[in-house]
């Protein structure tokens, strides 16, 4: 358990990390079916499931868009 191992480590801080790093694009697309996923000790921990591959993929889908959308405020901002 992470906040036994790091007593200073606030768990509102942890739930924040691990939300950011998990719903990251990078990590997100690397949840493809069958990839190995690895535990919070570095180890393997399973493989993705189909399932857990089609959620991701949409998450990521939705980010990319939001990416796109953000991107083209800007270059119109500029371009103003």
């Known amino acids: 358990d992470i906040l036994a ?3 200073d480590l606030k ?3 942890l739930k ?5 790093y998990c719903g990251g ?6 949840m493809t079916e ?5 535990g919070l000790d570095g180890l393997a921990a399973g493989a993705v499931s189909a399932a857990q591959a089609k959620g991701a ?7 990319r868009r939001q990416y796109a959308k953000a ?3 800007r270059v119109q ?3 103003a």
């Open 77 to 79: 901002r500029v371009a």
């Open 5 to 7: 191992a790091c007593p």
């Open 34 to 38: 069958g990839a190995v996923r690895i």
């Open 71 to 73: 991107e083209a405020g």
């Open 11 to 13: 768990a509102n801080d």
């Open 57 to 63: 993929a949409g998450r990521a889908e939705v980010l």
């Open 16 to 20: 924040v990390a691990l939300i950011d």
């Open 25 to 30: 694009l990078r990590y997100l697309e690397a």
